[in-house]
């Protein structure tokens, strides 16, 4: 019942790196009415876009991301629909990477 509540998986998500993820558990807590839940000894296998070997053009990743998907956000529609449907998700995110990292650049 909570998938037809939430109207499904959100398929706009396709094509680019990530939120996809966030953007289901957000929906799944905020319309659905569930509660986030840490289950103790499960795993999670995260897969990356382009394999575990997989290395930027040039070699390196930039700072400001252009050369790995993951990290460029200026290029990547789904880091803008996330923000436009998370309040301060970008704001959080970016204040999250700087305590990660300070040296990286503000999104």
């Not at 996809?20 to 876009?49: N, R, S, Y």
């Amino acid at each position: 019942k909570i998938w037809q509540k939430i109207g499904g998986y959100n398929e706009v998500y396709d094509g680019w790196w990530g939120y996809d993820d966030i953007h289901f558990a957000w929906e799944m807590t905020v319309k659905g009415g569930c509660l986030p839940t840490v289950l103790g000894g499960t795993e999670v296998f995260h897969q990356e876009p382009y394999g575990s070997q997989w290395v930027p053009l040039g070699g390196v990743v930039d700072k400001l991301g252009s050369s790995n998907p993951r990290l460029n956000k200026k290029d990547n529609p789904n880091w803008q629909r996330i923000c436009d449907t998370i309040d301060g998700y970008a704001e959080w995110k970016t204040d999250y990477y700087q305590k990660l990292a300070g040296d990286i650049v503000t999104l």
